[in-house]
C-alpha cells in the first residue's frame, strides 16, 4: 500500500509499505478519500515539531468502509462505511474527569499524534468509529470532521436564532461556520480578502465584505442598528483580524476564537472591558457535534461540491499540500486508492 508522511524540513514523502492486521480492539479501515487542511499545513509548515514525532502519517479528515475487524471489536462489520472522530483521550485526567474528555489534558489528536489517514489501509480503535448511511457519498462524507469542528464552534458560541453573526475568514472552516450558523437561525456576513473566495460565498446567498474596500466596523454597526454583532467567529489566523474583532462585537457579545494561531496574538482587552465582552475558545468537537455533522452533509445543507476543489491521488500528495498552501483551493481530497484501482 502507499502511505504519504510528513518528514520534515517541509517535506511530505509518499512511499510503498506493507498494511498490518488490526490488533484487538481495533479495526482497519480502506481508505477512500482523507481531506487536507489548515492543521496539516502547520505541521507540513514546522509549527508543530515539538510534536510531531517523524517520519508522521498524518491526516484525520476522512471517509473509507471497513476492511477488517480485530479480535474483541463488536457491532462493526466488513464493508460498513464509516468515518473517524481521530480523538483518543484516558478518561483519568482533571479535564475527562469533568466531562471535557475531547480536550483531555492527554489528548491523542490521531493524525497528528499518532498514525493518520493518508495510507490505503489505516488500524484504528474501534470506539473512534463514526457510521455513514449508505446515501451519503464517500467523497462528501470526507468532510465530516471539518463540518464537526463548524458545529462545534456554532455551538459554543451560543448562537441562538435570530442573532447576528460575523465570520472572519472565508476559508473552508469559515465557509463552514457560516452554514452551519446559518442552519442554526443565525444571520451571517463573511469577511473574505480573496476575490475568488468572495464570489463562492456569495454563490451560496451569504452577504460578504472585502476588508479593504468596505469599512467592516462601519458596516456591521449599520447592519446591527448601532449595536454590533452578537457573535463575532475568528476564522482567519491573521493578527489584524484578532486585534479588530473585539471592534465588531456588541456589548456583552462573544468572541469564539477559531483559527490556529502559532504565535500569541494582541487583543485589545480595554475593548473586552468596556463591552463586558466574552472571548471564547472552540477546539476539535464532541461526538454529538460529529453527529450532526453527517446528518448535514446527509441532508444537503453543507455546499460539499463546492468545498471540494479537486481530489488527487495518494502519490500527488505533496503537490495537493502545495496548492492547498499557495491558496488555489477550498478543500483537496486524497484519493486514497487511486494507485490500487489505476
Same mark, same amino acid.
Given at each position: 500500500m502507499f502511505t504519504a508522511s510528513y518528514v520534515g524540513n517541509q517535506t511530505i514523502d509518499v512511499r510503498e509499505a506493507e498494511p498490518a492486521a488490526p490488533a484487538a480492539g481495533m479495526v482497519q479501515i480502506k481508505v477512500a478519500y482523507a481531506g487536507i487542511c489548515g492543521t496539516d499545513l502547520h505541521i507540513l509548515h514546522g509549527h508543530m515539531d515539538q510534536r510531531v514525532t517523524t517520519? @508522521?502519517?498524518?491526516?484525520? *479528515?476522512?471517509s473509507g468502509t471497513i476492511a477488517a475487524v480485530g479480535e474483541a471489536v463488536h457491532g462493526w462489520n466488513v464493508g460498513d462505511a464509516v468515518t473517524v472522530m481521530p480523538l483518543a483521550w484516558d478518561g483519568t485526567c482533571p479535564a475527562c474527569l469533568a466531562g471535557n474528555e475531547h480536550i483531555c489534558q492527554n !489528548? +491523542?489528536? =490521531?493524525?497528528? +499524534?499518532s498514525p493518520g489517514a493518508l495510507q490505503e489501509y489505516w488500524n484504528v480503535p474501534a470506539e473512534v468509529l463514526v457510521a455513514l448511511p449508505a446515501t451519503l457519498r464517500l467523497d462528501h462524507a470526507a468532510l465530516v470532521e471539518p463540518v464537526a469542528v463548524s458545529v462545534h464552534d456554532v455551538r459554543r458560541s451560543g448562537l441562538v436564532p435570530g442573532e447576528?453573526? /460575523? /465570520? =472572519?475568514?472565508?476559508g473552508p472552516i469559515g465557509v463552514l461556520i457560516a452554514t452551519t450558523a446559518r442552519e442554526f437561525g443565525g444571520e451571517v456576513v463573511v469577511i473574505?480578502? +480573496?476575490a475568488a473566495r468572495r464570489q463562492a460565498i456569495a454563490d451560496l446567498g451569504f452577504e460578504v465584505l472585502d476588508p479593504r474596500a468596505v469599512d467592516q466596523v462601519a458596516w456591521v454597526t449599520e447592519w446591527t442598528g448601532g449595536a454590533g454583532a452578537d457573535v463575532v467567529f475568528e476564522v482567519s489566523g491573521? @493578527? @489584524?483580524a484578532v486585534l479588530g474583532a473585539t471592534d465588531l462585537a456588541r456589548v456583552r457579545g462573544r468572541l469564539v476564537i477559531v483559527a490556529i494561531h502559532p504565535d500569541p496574538r494582541p487583543v485589545n482587552l480595554q475593548r473586552v472591558f468596556w463591552r463586558e465582552l466574552t472571548i471564547i475558545g472552540a477546539r476539535v468537537y464532541q461526538r454529538a457535534d460529529y *453527529?450532526? @455533522? /453527517? *446528518? !448535514?452533509l446527509t441532508r444537503g445543507v453543507i455546499p460539499a461540491d463546492l468545498m471540494i476543489t479537486r481530489i488527487e491521488p495518494i502519490t500527488r500528495t505533496a503537490a495537493a499540500f502545495e496548492a492547498l498552501a499557495s491558496g488555489q483551493a477550498m478543500k483537496i481530497l486524497i484519493d486514497c486508492q487511486s494507485e490500487a484501482r489505476a
Open positions: 517520519p @508522521a502519517i498524518i491526516g484525520h *479528515e476522512m !489528548l +491523542d489528536f =490521531i493524525g497528528i +499524534d447576528k453573526a /460575523v /465570520v =472572519i475568514g472565508g473574505e480578502l +480573496d491573521a @493578527a @489584524a *453527529e450532526t @455533522a /453527517v *446528518e !448535514l
